[in-house]
T-cell receptor
């Protein structure tokens, strides 16, 4: 009963390095989301994908790119990591409908030195 | 005005006591409402949806007041395991998407 799976769980990068955070869900959800959470800031939406083949910017998209690879997978890429991107990243998914909650993965803790 | 506002607390609650807190939302057209629980350094987990008529799940009761644009959560007979941050979450249903707006959370600390 996996739900939403994120990899890796922890990562340390140097400034300027690139990496991709992976997210997969097995709940047949159409919509997927990437958030970051920083102390005192709450959850902030980076990008979301309402359905396979579509992606849209959220509140804080600068410095990130996303790919909705198929219905199950939604990846987040940092092309040139910066210390300001040190954060905890959560992926979430939901079914279609305004009354549908989102279900979260257990997060990726990313530190950029 | 922020989409969802919560008093961060902390709310220090003696074990066995009742605690209640509200959150306010700015978009009167918001469609759906949720309470999530987040433990330290863990992912948010759905605690309960909030329905117009109010709803209860064990020791937890949620209420919605559309006229005043707030939702509330009440925890009865608090347990040590209830210590967590409770996130108020609203779906403003903008442009037909399912984007959610999250409050920063109410931190609850249950004291033995």
């Amino acid at each position: 009963n996996a739900g939403v799976t994120q990899t890796p769980k922890f990562q340390v990068l140097k400034t300027g390095q690139s990496m991709t955070l992976q997210c997969a869900q097995d709940m047949n959800h159409n919509s997927m989301y990437w958030y970051r959470q920083d102390p005192g800031m709450g959850l902030r939406l980076i990008y979301y994908s309402a359905s396979e083949g579509t992606t849209d910017k959220g509140e804080v998209p600068n410095g990130y790119n996303v790919s909705r690879l198929n219905k199950r997978e939604f990846s987040l890429r940092l092309e040139s990591a910066a210390p300001s991107q040190t954060s905890v990243y959560f992926c979430a998914s939901s079914a279609v409908g305004s009354n549908q909650p989102q279900h979260f993965g257990d997060g990726t803790r990313l530190s950029i030195l | 005005r922020k989409e969802v506002e919560q008093d961060p607390g902390p709310f220090n609650v003696p074990e066995g006591a009742t605690v209640a807190f509200n959150c306010t939302y700015s978009n009167s057209a918001s469609q759906s409402f949720f309470w999530y629980r987040q433990d330290c350094r863990k992912e948010p987990k759905l605690l309960m949806s909030v329905y117009s008529s109010g709803n209860e799940d064990g020791r937890f009761t949620a209420q919605l007041n559309r006229a005043s644009q707030y939702i509330s959560l009440l925890i009865r007979d608090s347990k040590l395991s209830d210590s967590a941050t409770y996130l108020c979450v609203v779906n403003p249903y903008e442009y037909g998407n399912n984007r959610l707006a999250f409050g920063k959370g109410n931190q609850v600390v249950v004291i033995p």
